[in-house]
Structure formats: C-alpha cells, structure tokens
C-alpha cells in the first residue's frame, strides 16, 4: 500500500536549535515531493523535490531529496519562535494521478 | 494581488443536505486544487481543476463534485451530508497544478450535525 510517514509526528526545541524533519515514502512510479507549513489555517508553500540530491535552500530552511532511500529531510537552523507550526510533506506519484500528504510535524520552538 | 479567496467562511448543515463551497483563486492562475483536513485523517486531496477540466481525482465518494468556470473560480459540492464529512475545506490555486508553488485560501469550515 502507498504511504507517507513523516518523522518525528511532535518535536520541542528551543530557539537557536537546529532541527531535522524527515518525510519518507513508499509510492509507485514517484514524481515530486512537496514540503508545506501549516501555522493555523491554510498552508504556506515551502519546497518542491524532484530529483535526487540537489539541496533547495530558502534562508534558514533547507530540503534534500534521496530517491534511492525514498526520503526527503526538512532542516531548519538557528529555530525561532516564529518556526512554530505543523510542517507537512506531501508526495505526488503514479504518473501524477495521486497526492497524498503524511500526517505532519508540529514543531515548538520555545524562547 | 489578492490572494486565494474561499466562501462562505463558516457552515453549518444538518444530515441529508447538501452544500456549495465557492473558491476564486489568484488572478493568472488556471489551476485549482480542493482539499478536506480533519483532526483524524489529516489533509486530503480532493481534485484538481485545470482550465475548466477536471484534471486529478482523490480517493473520495461521488457524493463530493466540483467544477471550474471559464474565470477560473471553481466551486465543490458535497450531497447527501453525513456527520464524517465535517472538515475544514480547503482549496489551492497555482499556475500549473499541484507540484507548483500552491497558495492556500483560507478554508471554509463544514459542521454537519
């Protein structure tokens, strides 16, 4: 069956600390990886992974894609308060036909 | 620009009803995505809409339907509601589908008692 798991389904830290999420799959005939965040109501866009080894960064966040593990991992350095959300992956596959989303990370990042 | 707009807001129906949810994506752009979050079963894809064609279908009954407008606002129906349809309704638009950068609107939350 396909599925999407995310790790670790709750996270604290504190601000300053790094952070790793991981989002792993299993899927047939895999097409993209997408990683959202979720603060209260609509998600926020934060990458999209297709291919293998090639790092997106936006600031501090940055993504990685490992297609023979089938795993996407989710870094967050120097956290801030304002990091604090429901951070979801979100897998597209068979040729496109299907999405489905893992059940999410929600990251507390205290003071 | 404006963003994703989605109405009504809030929704409360009863059993056996059904019910429109209307969403007017950003000005350009010709994809519209529809998906159901709830507390049990997380977020789920509905459909996709691309230039008034209904492009991707999500593992949901035929009770859930949607279209799209030539001005690329779309709207989902849900018939014959029943109380595990209570979700918060959320749709996305892009320029090219799923797998680009998608903006959210702000939900439309059902209650169906």
């Known amino acids: 069956e396909d599925k999407v798991v995310q790790s670790p389904l709750s996270l604290v830290v504190h601000e300053g600390d790094t952070v790793t999420l991981n989002c792993s799959y299993e899927?047939?005939?895999?097409?993209?990886l997408l990683w959202y965040k979720q603060e209260k109501k609509a998600p926020t866009f934060l990458f999209m992974l297709t291919s293998s080894g090639i790092e997106k960064k936006s600031g501090r966040l940055s993504s990685i894609l490992d297609k023979k593990e089938l795993f996407s991992i989710l870094n967050i350095t120097a956290t801030q308060t304002g990091d604090s959300a429901v951070y979801l992956c979100?897998?597209?596959?068979?040729?496109?036909?299907?999405?489905?989303f893992g059940p999410g990370t929600r990251l507390s990042v205290l003071p | 620009k404006a963003g994703v707009t989605q109405t009504p807001r809030y929704l409360i129906k009863t059993r056996g009803q059904q019910v429109t949810l209307s969403c007017s994506p950003i000005?350009?752009?010709?994809?519209v995505s529809w998906y159901q979050q709830t507390p049990g079963q997380g977020l789920q894809f509905l459909f996709e809409y691309f230039s008034e064609t209904q492009r991707n279908k999500g593992n949901f009954p035929g009770r859930f339907s949607g279209r799209q407008f030539s001005n690329s606002r779309s709207e989902m129906n849900v018939s014959t509601l029943e109380l595990g349809d209570s979700a918060l309704y959320l749709c996305?638009?892009?320029?090219?589908?799923?797998?680009?950068?998608?903006?959210f609107g702000p939900g439309t939350r059902l209650t169906v008692t």
């Open positions: 899927v047939t005939n895999f097409r993209s």
């Open positions: 000005s350009g752009h010709r994809s």
């Open positions: 979100a897998v597209e596959y068979n040729y496109g036909q299907n999405f489905v």
């Open positions: 996305a638009s892009s320029l090219g589908g799923r797998s680009d950068e998608q903006y």
